[in-house]
């Protein structure tokens, strides 16, 4: 262990101009003495050598994981360096210098300990490129070096000159390329091995990716590289190969702008006509050259409806929000009220929604009292204003059963008739089969919504070609349309033709619509529960409930307590390891949850599995008004306007208020 002494001030401003060897020996005889120093000095050079000759002689063969690198267990003294009340200063200097000396190589300080300790070790996160690179010490050392710049350039492609763009191939001239110089700023150029297949430079770009994900890749073919012989260390030699380009992605400086402690984010109102939420997020995120994820909502709202709703966007000032409205214009997208704020918004923050809704053809149901058929005859007559002003009395009077609308759940009908519904997702994703589940995204919905709405016929040719070439990736990103159609299908389309595996290709959809699939599955079964528990016990509170008491448990209603409650106060759970199923519905949720084969496991990935939560069984409008134009006893049409609580929906209330009979 090193006992610390104070360092003066002046030393520490001269450590910036030292070079890294010399700081790391310096903070070593401070705090060990000039003999111990040089000892422990030498033994990080060791065990930085012993790395670089694995490299060395290693000798990989072309196209082989360099899976495993044999090294001598690092020596206590040197592995573990106590430094008992160092200051954080000295830390960070020693940290930066061990990274500029000794690539390699990192170290990290431990204080969770009685003295606190830095520990040194090797930094394995890019050992398995290796056996796809010509000179992998070289290479390795400079991308490593790159990575851990403490003065970081973040171009992009298009900034390096020379350089092909990501994604586009270059056209070919008779005259060799030149020679591009491998020690660039901007960027890390290692060269592969000869005759590299694609499918292999493809696991390179893999390994760099999972290394860091603020780097961008892209493989430059065609190129000579300077590197030496063998045998012969002076002597330069010519090699024509392709290489890994590794640069900055732009995503690296926003990351940088998060870790300050005041963030410049925008607050605003995003207004959408007839835009699903991912693809209104992806086309303000091109507005605003941001990442989708650097805009935050509350919720998710209706495609088929004009919907207003707060939003922030990260490190935007609102010069940038009112340039990026000029781009939406056509997007039927709108933003405006901008307001700097210090903080963002996260999912369900949400007090409510406000709706106002126009009803239009207006009519109702009338049963023949003659008729004595079962069930007896109806007929559609015109709904007069006291008809539906009683339903509306009624339903702020009673409230509603809060069931979850067919934009959570689906359309109703069996799956020939309208395809797949976003619970079927979610119930392949719970059992891990997401081959079934991308299946199940790419066949798609027959029918939209519930008006009859189908998809267009380039949508339907797309989901044609998928089945038709029994999943041709390529044939099928052809034939998709043109624009931000289908960008969830694209998504997980691009994720295949990357990762080669079905899990991995649905985690590129963004988690937000990840989890909707699941929160899908969940109101299936929250639906059906609750309509089990209305046709067994009514609209009263019986011994086994689940009630939410004032300060916000859940509790099993006891005998002494179903006075105390009323229908209101009933929660139903949400499915999920962390909920308790009401005694007098247990058996039902297991039973649905067998017959599905679907278990929740606190332990499994975030895709296969879900917390739970409870919710209400009957919810009450507030703020309820109607408004009848023109001076009619039979209107045309009627304004309603109410509010909701966070995740009740407003197709439940009409569904509600539409019921005009019993039977119906």
Known sequence: HIHSKQVSESQTNREGSLPPTERIQRILRHHFGADDAMVIFQSIEKLHETVLKGLRTGQPQAGDMFRSLTLPLIPSDVSSLGFDEIRSGDCGTFHRALKAAFPVLQSKTFRDVEKPTIKIYVDDTFLPLAGFLLDPQESLQKLLLFGKRHEAIYPTLSDTPNMPNRGRKRKRSGKADPTLDLDTTNSALLPFIPNISKDERRKAHHIVARGCGDFITSTISDYSFKTTKPDDSSSPL???????????????????????????????VLKKRQREHLTAMQCLAKALNCHVGDIATAGIKDMQ???????????????????????????????????????????????????????????RVEIDPAS???PRSESFVPCDKAHLQGRVNAIERNGFVNFFGSQRVGVPGSFDEVGVRPFDIGRAMLKGDFDRAIDLLMIGRRVTHANGIHESEEIRNARRVWSESRRDVTKTLSAMPKGNIMSRERCVLQGLKRYRNSRDAFKTIPFSVRLFWINAYQSLVWNSMATRRLEEFGARVVLGDQVRRDDGTVTIVAPDDISRFTIESIVLPLPGYNVEYPQNLKQMYEEFLSNDTVEFKKDAPPEETAKGAYRKLVVRPTNVSVAFPGDTTFPSEVLLGFDLSTGSYATSLLRELMVSTVMR
């Open 372 to 374: 004595t058929a079962k």
């Open 238 to 268: 010519q090699v024509q190969t392709s290489a890994l380009l590794v640069m900055w992605s732009k995503r690296k400086g926003r990351s940088k702008n998060r870790n300050k402690k005041l963030h410049k984010n925008t607050l605003f």
């Open 305 to 363: 409806a004009i919907t207003f709703q707060f939003c922030t966007a990260r490190n935007r000032s609102t010069k940038d929000m009112e340039a990026a409205n000029q781009k939406l214009t056509t997007n039927a997208i709108e933003i405006g009220s901008f307001v700097e704020v210090d903080w963002e918004l996260t999912r369900g923050e949400n007090d409510g929604n406000r709706f106002r809704i126009t009803l239009r053809d207006l009519k």
